[in-house]
């Protein structure tokens, strides 16, 4: 990850580099060589997916000056970001500055990475499967005294669930017994966006409290309430909320449709918004630009 961009980039390959500084070691190298099984840790994970996203916001601006002269990112009107991508898209919004978010992040990956250690979990996407539908699988394997529910509501047909480990290993045959496409494992820590990850709440509260943060120059749609929001005491408020909060994917580009935005750039790495788009509404223009 990362590697084309910093080929491609000098001033993406120097905000590694400034990232690197930061973190006290060689993101870039991570990135690029892993291994994949530190890089998976979602205290490596959250600083290299912020970075490699300013990287190549950092690319889309310098090369849509060069070949037109029209900067997407001045002429935005809105941003969201999925889960960590919010953090990124507070840095596009200018809410943030980048040195800031990194060290945000790092932090936010960290308290996470101890929640999640605590206790064996994680989280698995379900294909082909209708809300209400997955809403009974959580609750047909969720084992006594466990956690089990809807994590990430990504599109129709396409929904993260989350919790203990031995509910999502029981929620797999279930999931395909009652007619799943299919049911992944995500190569993640832990439970995310579930009440697993309290433990991180108030570590990250503070870290988001000491950070240097402006009110948004355009609208961010909230993980957490899928609304817009400029103001920083608001993100202060939410980001805490997010990390034990479903993340309403959906609802968000809803919200942004609704709101007459029908084209999208979607920074950094992997497909997801172009994904969830074409189930959404797929008449939206979405440029992907990452490695």
């Known amino acids: 990850m990362g590697a084309g961009i910093v080929s491609r980039c000098e001033a993406a390959k120097h905000l590694f580099e400034q990232a690197s500084g930061v973190l006290g070691y060689d993101l870039l190298d991570l990135c690029v060589r ?3 099984d530190k890089l998976n840790l979602t205290s490596f994970s959250q600083p290299a997916l912020f970075v490699h996203s300013a990287a190549a916001l950092k690319e889309l ?34 809410a943030i500055a980048f040195e800031d978010g990194v060290k945000l992040v790092a932090e936010r990956g960290a308290a996470m990475q101890d929640a999640a250690s605590s206790q064996p979990s994680g989280m698995a996407s379900v294909l082909g499967l209708e809300l209400e539908q997955v809403q009974k699988l959580c609750d047909d394997a969720r084992q006594d005294g466990e956690i089990l529910q809807i994590a990430n509501l990504l599109c129709p047909g396409n929904t993260a669930i989350s919790g203990h480990q031995k509910s999502i290993e029981a929620a797999e045959a ?41 009110n948004a120059k355009i609208p961010l749609y909230a993980n957490v309430d899928a609304a817009s929001h400029t103001e920083a005491s608001e993100f202060r408020e939410l980001l805490p909320q997010q990390v034990v909060s479903q993340v309403r994917w959906e609802d968000s580009l809803r919200a942004m449709l609704a709101d007459g935005i029908e084209e999208f750039y979607e920074i950094g790495a992997g497909r997801v918004l172009a ?15 990452g490695d």
Not at 75 to 94: I, P, T
Not at 185 to 208: C, D, E, Q, W
Request: net charge positive; charged share 15%.
């Open 34 to 36: 892993g291994p994949v």
């Open 61 to 94: 601006e310098l090369k849509s000056a060069q070949d037109s002269g029209v900067n997407p990112i001045t002429n935005a009107v809105a941003v969201a970001g999925l889960s960590l991508g919010e953090y990124s898209a507070l840095y596009a919004a200018g």
């Open 174 to 214: 279930l999931a395909i017994s009652m007619g799943a496409m299919k049911y992944i494992r995500l190569p993640v820590a832990g439970a995310f966006h579930t009440n697993i990850m309290t433990p991180a709440v108030s570590r990250l509260k503070a870290a988001i409290n000491a950070c240097p943060m402006n």
């Open 275 to 289: 994904g969830t788009l074409k189930r959404i509404h797929r008449k939206a223009v979405c440029h992907s630009i």
